[in-house]
């Protein structure tokens, strides 16, 4: 099946450590992206890419970092300088040409908690 | 500046009765919209996309929206609901490629 992979679904994170989030797509799709999404106020960009080793900070960036190495690949890092990582963390991917353009396919998300 | 706005952050209705989530946006361009449905704890799925072919765009699940130009409006409806609709939804903007605005989303109740 085609789609997005997202792991783990939970994640709990203790005091001054990184994590990181993974995000795999067989879409055969060139732009990824990672969201933020706390109650009440719908999702935030925190970063994105359009190709294999590029990628753009987003609206809500800071204490955060990515890679793009694959295509298929886009890894989200929580630093330590994320000082309210708790939330539910969507990745997505697009295509920008043919019948798909400009839809984003999102994968079922993991959930960040701090202990 | 393009925004989006989702009148609504909860609606309730009976099962079997019409659904109406509102959404209004604002956008220099013509731009793409989409309605995205979210069940507990999982990724998003899109319902439908508005692209300027047709105002009246019909989605999954028998929803469907209407794009309203003079009213920068592109409401979500469906004629009856299902105890299955129970989720929260989202209105999201895109006026360029790669770059999408969402609302703050509407978490829609059905009642038996």
């Known amino acids: 099946d085609g789609g997005i992979t997202q792991s783990p679904k939970y994640l709990f994170r203790k005091e001054g450590q990184n994590v990181t989030l993974s995000c795999e797509q067989n879409l055969n799709h060139d732009a990824m992206y990672w969201y933020r999404q706390d109650p009440g106020q719908g999702l935030r960009l925190i970063y994105y890419s359009q190709i294999v080793n590029d990628f753009q900070k987003g609206d809500i960036a800071e204490g955060y970092s990515v890679s793009r190495e694959k295509k298929e690949s886009f890894p989200l890092t929580v630093t330590s300088a994320q000082k309210n990582p708790t939330a539910f963390y969507l990745c997505?991917?697009?295509?920008?040409?043919?019948?798909?353009?400009?839809?984003?396919?999102f994968g079922a998300g993991t959930r960040l908690s701090v202990l | 500046a393009q925004s989006v706005t989702q009148l609504d952050s909860h609606v309730s209705v009976s099962e079997g009765t019409p659904v109406l989530l509102r959404c209004n946006y604002s956008?220099?361009?013509?731009?793409?919209l989409f309605w995205y449905v979210q069940h507990p704890n999982k990724g998003l799925q899109l319902l439908l996309k508005y692209t300027s072919a047709a105002t009246l765009v019909k989605g999954i699940n028998g929803f469907e929206a209407e794009f309203k130009k003079s009213e920068t409006s592109f409401h979500l409806t469906k004629p009856s609901a299902h105890m299955s609709d129970a989720a929260e939804y989202f209105c999201v903007v895109s006026p360029g490629t790669y770059k999408y605005i969402f609302g703050t989303g509407t978490r829609l109740k059905v009642l038996a």
């Open positions: 997505a991917s697009s295509i920008d040409q043919g019948l798909a353009k400009n839809i984003q396919y």
């Open positions: 956008s220099s361009y013509s731009p793409s």
